[in-house]
């Protein structure tokens, strides 16, 4: 008879060999379960009563759980934000460097489209001509 696992490394296995089978079989069910159990932290969050009901009947209605949606929900969001902070850090760099378009030139670049009188798209306060992709060093 064999044994249980009783390491965290012996436990992965037994999990990782179980996921496995319930792919091969086509078990979605099974396989939710075990991602489940991966390591997660526990956060309590609060809801109006109209924003449960709608996601206790969006879990219905997608067969997923819950606690499913909301995870994936929340690190879609966290995802999203640390991208826009990124972003937004890059800009600061970029503006206190000199290289950003003046807002009245993208106003006015802006406003000429779709005219006879469309202008060419705005140059880099810093007079340079670049690439979007590559700042001028």
């Given amino acids: 008879m064999a044994s249980w696992p009783n390491t965290r490394g012996e436990i992965d296995e037994v999990v990782k060999r179980s996921m496995i089978a319930c792919i091969r079989r086509g078990d979605v069910a099974c396989y939710d379960v075990f991602m489940a159990n991966t390591r997660s932290a526990t956060l309590s969050v609060r809801l ?3 924003t449960k009901k709608r996601l206790t009947k969006l879990a219905k209605d997608s067969g997923r759980s819950c606690n499913f949606l909301i995870s ?3 690190e879609s969001w966290v995802a999203d934000q640390e991208r826009m902070l990124g972003e937004t850090r890059q800009a600061d760099r970029q503006i206190r460097s000199g290289h950003y378009v003046k807002d009245e030139d993208m106003k006015a670049w802006l406003l000429s489209w779709g005219t006879d009188g469309e202008l060419p798209p705005p140059k880099c306060a810093c007079g340079k001509e670049h ?3 590559v700042l001028c060093r």
């Fill in 48 to 50: 109006t009563p109209e």
């Fill in 72 to 74: 994936n929900a929340v």
């Fill in 131 to 133: 690439d979007d992709e």
